[in-house]
C-alpha cells in the first residue's frame, strides 16, 4: 500500500525517485589496508547473526542480546557486570566519571604516552571534570621486558596526592593493555598483582583512606592475552574495571563492553545516557560482537606472527629499524631504514617540514604503486611509521606488504625518488 505523501515531500524525494544505487560490496582485493585493525569489514556469517538475534530496546533493558554480551564479557573478565556502549572512547569516558563521581576534583593517574591522554578529545577535562595526572611510561628496550609500558612504582608513590585542599583528589589509576604507541606491548598480570599492593601501601603512608581503583584500558586486552598466554580474568584480576573492544582486532564494527562491579556499572550506565550512548534496538551491534568472541579470539596468534614476520623480513633484507624492539603482538612499529632517512633516531628528535615530507611521500608511493595502506606519525618527530595486521590481512596480503615496502625503500635511498 502506498503511503500517501504531501506535495512537498514528495517534491524533496522526486530527485531520488527511480535511481538505482550501488550495492555494498567488500573492500577492493588489490589493497591491503594495515593502518589499523579498526578498518575490518564484518564477515557474511557475521552479519547472519543480526537476523536470528533477540532484540528490544536496551534503554529499557529490554534487548536480550546486549544483556547476553555484557554478561558474557562480564563473565570472561571475572567482573560482576559490563554495560555496553557505542565505543572505546565512551567506554574510558563513563570509567572516569564513575571512578571520580564520589570524589571533589578527581584526579586520575595515567600515562603520559597512553591513548586516554593522547587520542580522546580531553574528554576527561571536558566531560568528566577530571583532572590527568601524566606520568611517563617506561620505554627503553633495554627495559626489562615486563615492565614495558607501566608505569614505575615510585612515580606513582609521588603522584599520590595527600589530603590538601591545595590538591585535587586520586580518584583512580589507568593502565593501557596492550599499549598502542610503544610498540603494541602487552603488560604481564604481574604488574597488576604488584600494583594493587604497591598502591594500597602507598595510600596508607599518604593517609588516603579510600581504595584507589585500577581501571585498564583493554583496547586490544585479548591480544595482551594471547601474547602472554595469559586468562582474561586473570589478567584483569586486580583491576576493578575495563574496557573491553570488540572491533579493534576482534572484527565486529563498533562497540566496547565496560565491566566492573555492579555499582561502578551502575553510575557507568547514568554516564552513558547523559552522554547519548543510550541505544534502542542495539541487538544488532551486540550479535556481532558475541559472533566475533566466538569466532574471532582464537585467531589472534595468526595476526600476532604475520606482524613479527613482517618485521622481521623488513629489518633482515631491508635494514629497517625497530624504535621499540621486537615485535610482541599484531602492531609492527618501524622506522625507514637510515639509507632514506639518515637522521639519528632520538627521543628528543621533533622533527622539522621536509623530513615529514619524505615520510609523507614514501607512504603515498606504497599506496599508489602497491596498493599498501600503513600509519604513519607515531612519535619520534613522526618518524613511526605502524602496520596493524588484522583478519583481512592474510598470508598474501603480507606478502604484499613486505614486498611493497622494501621496494619504495630501494626507490627512495637518499630520500630522494630514483627514477624507474
Request: hydrophobic share 40%; aromatic share 4%.
Amino acid at each position: 500500500m502506498a503511503i500517501p505523501l504531501s506535495s512537498r515531500l514528495r517534491t524533496i524525494l522526486r530527485p531520488i525517485q527511480g535511481r538505482t544505487f550501488p550495492t555494498l560490496s567488500r573492500r577492493s582485493s588489490t589493497i591491503v589496508d594495515c593502518r589499523s585493525d579498526t578498518v575490518t569489514l564484518p564477515t557474511p556469517a557475521m552479519l547472519q547473526s543480526i537476523s536470528i538475534s533477540r532484540l528490544g530496546d536496551d534503554v529499557m533493558g529490554e534487548d536480550a542480546t546486549v544483556t547476553l554480551l555484557e554478561r558474557t564479557v562480564a563473565e570472561i573478565f571475572g567482573k560482576a557486570a559490563g554495560l555496553f556502549v557505542p565505543t572505546g572512547t565512551m567506554a574510558n569516558l563513563c570509567s572516569l566519571i564513575s571512578h571520580g563521581a564520589s570524589h571533589d576534583a578527581p584526579e586520575c593517574i595515567i600515562g603520559s604516552r597512553s591513548h586516554m591522554n593522547i587520542y580522546e578529545g580531553g574528554h576527561a577535562a571536558m566531560h568528566a571534570s577530571m583532572h590527568l595526572r601524566q606520568l611517563e611510561e617506561i620505554s627503553s628496550p633495554s627495559s626489562p621486558p615486563d615492565t614495558l609500558a607501566t608505569l614505575d612504582f615510585d612515580d606513582i608513590a609521588d603522584a599520590i596526592r595527600v589530603d590538601d585542599p591545595h590538591y585535587p583528589t586520586t580518584a583512580m589509576v589507568s593502565i593501557e593493555n596492550t599499549h598502542n604507541v610503544l610498540g603494541g606491548v602487552p603488560v604481564p598480570p604481574a604488574y597488576f598483582s604488584n600494583l594493587r599492593t604497591a598502591l594500597d601501601t602507598m595510600c596508607a603512608a599518604s593517609g588516603v583512606l579510600h581504595k584507589v581503583p585500577v581501571h585498564i584500558d583493554g583496547a586490544r586486552i585479548f591480544h595482551a592475552c594471547e601474547a602472554l598466554e595469559s586468562c582474561p580474568s586473570v589478567l584483569t584480576e586486580h583491576a576493578d574495571s575495563v574496557s573491553v573492544c570488540l572491533s579493534k582486532g576482534l572484527g565486529a564494527p563498533a562497540g566496547t563492553v565496560l565491566v566492573g562491579s555492579e555499582d561502578f556499572i551502575s553510575r557507568a550506565r547514568r554516564a552513558r545516557k547523559r552522554l547519548g550512548g543510550g541505544m534502542r534496538q542495539s541487538g544488532v551491534l551486540a550479535a556481532m560482537g558475541i559472533f566475533a568472541l566466538e569466532h574471532h579470539v582464537e585467531r589472534l596468534s595468526e595476526d600476532r606472527e604475520r606482524a613479527q614476520r613482517f618485521s622481521d623480513v623488513l629489518v633482515r633484507e631491508g635494514g629497517f629499524i625497530l624504535p621499540y624492539g621486537p615485535v610482541r603482538t599484531n602492531l609492527a612499529f618501524f622506522c625507514l631504514p637510515k639509507e632514506v632517512f639518515p637522521m639519528e633516531i632520538a627521543d628528543d628528535w621533533t622533527g622539522d617540514e621536509a623530513s615529514r615530507n619524505v615520510i609523507e611521500d614514501v607512504l603515498d608511493d606504497l599506496k599508489e604503486r602497491h596498493g599498501v595502506l600503513v600509519g604513519g606519525g607515531y612519535g619520534r618527530g613522526g618518524r613511526v611509521i605502524r602496520a596493524a595486521f588484522h583478519k583481512d590481512v592474510d598470508d598474501e596480503g603480507l606478502e604484499k606488504a613486505m614486498k611493497g615496502l622494501l621496494d619504495v625503500a630501494n626507490c627512495w635511498k637518499g630520500g630522494e625518488k630514483k627514477s624507474m
